[in-house]
């Protein structure tokens, strides 16, 4: 339907205005990484790329990016393949799944504060669920300091990430799968085909749109990952459990380098455009057509 | 699925169950108990003598952020859902150059982390006199939410057959006519989705309320929970009381409102 343009900006505009201040403060960002700008107030002394070059120079740094490829790893993938096997699982289960689905849903309406609480607790050293657990079931010599340990806090971490987000691979892996043309699955079962069979010939296959959003989004929540650490253990030990979403905050509203918290926001943005670009023009191709 | 298959099956489904209850689990029974019985190291039993007061002192702690929390959640909520299905309307009805390139730039912001506008956002929020105000708050979660709402809207409206808005504009009604007295009311499904959707992230959201108020007579509840966790140390009857506490309104949401939840979340990622 044409319209007047009258018509079409007054519609428009109000969302419009919104997403244009926010590809300003894209913008702005991206100016303040290359200023000096250090304290409360804002500096505009130009730095060139000298708040990159602490960066990389830093150990920090460096410890945060190792820690957020531990999370595009060890939460990405796991995330996603147990998601993935459990909606086909559950889905061959129909009566049970019903009363099921909430047990994993429920995580996604609980704030991650709430969920760090509780996980900070299963992994607390002296007075933890987890430890207590193993010394009623004679394991002792499985006790650990958990997320006292710079060793192991990071998978802590994982696990606690892992448990909140399995319930929206769930959903969306499930939606995916009820799309699947029941013909195809009605012509493999006639053939004799096992549900092992059936899923990686014909699910995997047919649900290769869901993958590819399950697994952006899930990439896109390690750069983001504030909350879990922030509660569980403020990036400690020292810095061994901090991620670049967690150095963000910390440098930019605690050390008042704002110059550098804003070059870490940059390389966040960078990374995040890699995985972005391609789903969203992926996903535009489907909500157009 | 029978036989070998179907036991392995069940078994791991039911680990999975039991790791995915128990923390809630346990934070419920122990918000119900009393110190001393958490500190002999009773965790998974329930409680043996019922400590409700745990629950009422932790209400009295976090009363008046619970209230910011709905006067901060609830408009900001309705003022995303109205001007997201706003423009969503004119994306998803009209024909018109650039479309699609509209569409693009709103999928790319409506999935960055907060964190790249966090520090501009707060600067804004600064500058405007609106630090630690309500208005404030309301203002940032408006503007990080309506991408989504125009982008979950839109595909909703996308479904209306067309024929229904040409037949009414060729009966003299205007676009904002039609907006407000026949797509709203046969998009109400969409517009909950979008709204439920818009509720929950606010209400549990962390980062932007930590850093836009300093002040306890305006914080929002989950910054007031986290710092509950430093000023609690050990104290985790009462700490699982109150994350039991911020917990209801999501929970809450997903009994009544779940189906809406569920089509939000997958509306946008998945066309259906």
Sequence with gaps: MRV????????????????????????????????????????????????????????RFWTNVKNNMIWLILFVIPTGIFGMV???????????????????FYPLVISPVVT?????????????????ILRYLHLDFLRTGW??????AVYCMIVAGIWQNLGFALVLYTAAMREVPSDHLDAA???????????????????????????????????????????????????????????????????????????????????????????SKWMMARWME | MRGFGKVIALIVILFLIVVW?????????????????????????????????????????????????????????????????WSGYALAIFKFRWKSRLFFSIAIVTFLPYQIFLIPLTRLIVDMGLFNTFAGMILAYVILNTPMAILTTSLFFQTIPKELYEASSLDGCTPTRFYFSILLPISLAGITSAAVLTFTNVWNEFIIALSLSRDPTTRLAIPTLAGLKGSYVAQWNML?????????????????????????????????
């Design chain 1, 189 to 279: 079962k006639v053939d004799g085909a096992s549900p092992g069979q059936i899923f990686f010939h014909i699910i995997v296959p047919e649900i290769g749109h869901a993958t590819i959003v399950v697994f952006s989004l899930l990439v896109l929540y390690t750069l983001k990952v504030f909350d879990l650490v922030w509660v569980m253990t403020r990036g400690g030990p020292g810095y061994a459990t901090e991620v670049l979403p967690y150095l963000m905050y910390r440098i930019t509203f605690r050390q008042l380098m704002v110059g550098v918290g804003s070059a870490v926001a940059v390389i966040i943005l960078l990374i995040s455009i890699v995985v972005l670009v391609p789903l």
């Design chain 2, 240 to 272: 699982m009381a109150g994350a039991a506490i911020v917990s209801i309104p999501g929970i809450l949401v997903l009994i009544f409102l779940g189906r809406f939840f569920i089509k939000g979340l997958t509306a946008g990622a998945l066309k259906e």
């Design chain 1, 147 to 152: 997320i006292a340990d710079p060793k192991i």
């Design chain 1, 4 to 59: 007047r343009l009258r018509t079409l900006l007054l519609f428009l505009l109000p969302g419009f205005t919104i997403v244009g201040i926010l590809y300003y403060m894209l913008a702005w960002t991206g100016i303040v990484s290359t200023m000096d700008w250090v304290g409360m107030a804002p500096v505009w002394k130009f730095a060139g790329l000298k708040n990159y070059r602490i960066l990389f120079t830093s150990q």
């Design chain 2, 21 to 85: 209850i128990l923390p809630v689990y346990v934070m419920f029974s122990a918000s119900l108990k009393p110190l001393s019985e958490i500190n002999s190291g009773n965790y998974l039993r329930p409680p043996i003598e019922l400590r409700t007061e745990n629950w009422v002192m932790a209400f009295n702690t976090l009363k008046n952020s619970l209230k910011n929390s709905f006067l901060v959640s609830i408009p900001a909520t309705l003022i995303t859902v109205f001007i997201g299905s």
């Design chain 1, 86 to 104: 459990l909606a086909y699982v559950l889905e061959l289960m129909p009566r049970i799944s019903r009363v099921l689905k909430p047990i994993f």
């Design chain 1, 116 to 132: 760090g609480t509780l996980w900070a607790w299963f992994f607390e050293p002296q007075q933890g669920v987890l430890n207590v």
